[in-house]
């Protein structure tokens, strides 16, 4: 699962802080078929840790802009938005 | 060479410092917020482990409100000119250097005006004076933590707190006191740093601390690496006010500097120099040590002698740095009665020794006695 957000500075903060709760998540640049105003970072992890990533968030303030998840079919990557 | 020279940056640099920037020349020097490849993370992740570091030591709330700049002067002006619109009134102290001065008086053609309170003659503001000078349109008021030409310090505390009870922002120019005295969050809203000198950092490095929730308008603007379609500058912070690529390998050489300034004990070091070399001064004749020497900074008023022969002298046939003249501040120099002579600093650091500064003080009595 992917969590965009505008920054990569948001997003090392939000990762870091993440691990703390047990998460593992790395930072990449957010694909540009999802990137809504051009070069931004998200965080990747798995899809079962939404809730304890949205929660780091919300403490630090951190703003996730859309979750999206991940899925490859045929050797192309498909991003779905997860609606709330 | 006898380098007591340190205010004006700090030399030699420790060693952990040094390979922290060639590691990152040599291993790792992708353009850091940039792309998504191993060696631009590496380089960002670097910033960001710098940008941690620094929150830490001055007690701030998130590494965001950490802005690297290329030096202490940048981080002024970002500051003053982020901060001040027309109409405002800013306070500044008559021992400013010309990086506060300049760039409070170039306001003044945006139609701001600048209110200068008069220091002591040690060169100590009183807070009380600072304060009474706020008027309704009183915005910020800058003041100078640890004088560069006499080593006095400043209450920045007392004026930053009682200015927020007024709700007047205050920037610390904290230039010569960052690692090397306490400075935290409480010293200003706004506090700028010098990465190479007390922090032991590499040149072009600098530091703004923005308190959190404080709006400021950009000094340049260009990319981030983030929101790229959009024609303005984003409003996160760093990004907001690091336009263009940052000097990843100086920041990664500044991340070691203030933790060696945390683990050696620096501050602890550069106070004991300090004393001493006071103590050396005060028993050479002819000479007189103005200001108060808070810290490792001297400022010493030759009777008979020009202070910058004196400099060339004790360079040349001593082997010993100083610094003679003005040293960018004339306001300084007027309130200490000293814009005609100048003054002759000696400015230890962490590397000197105390055989070091009995040296120099010997050196510098028999020039004069000459």
Redesign the interface.
Known sequence: MLATMASITSATRLKRHAYEFGVYSSVIQTPQQIAREGCGYSLRFDDSAKNIVLNAAKELGVRIRSFYYESESEGKKTYSKVVE | MIYLDNAATTFPKPQSVIDAVCDCMKNYGGNA?R??HYLA?KS??KV?EC?EVMADFIKAD???QIIFTKNTTEAINLAVKGIIKSGDEIIISSMEHNSVLRSCISMEKRGAKVKIVRANHEGCVSADDVISAITAQTRLICIIHASNVVGTVNPVREICKRAREKNVLTLVDAAQSGGILPVDTSCGDLIAFAGHKGLYGPFGTGVLYIRKGLKLDTLIEGG???????AFM?E????RFEAGTVNTCAIAGLCEGIKFVVNEGVAEREAELGAFFKEQLSTVKGIKLLGKSDTAVMGVLLKNHDCVEVAERLDAEYNIATRAGLHCCPMAHRTLGTISSGLLRFSAGYFNTKDEITTAAKALENIISE
């Open positions: 917020g792309g998504g993370r960002f992740e960001y940008r998130s590494p965001e981030t690496g983030s929101l790229s379609e959009s984003p996160s912070l760093p990004e």
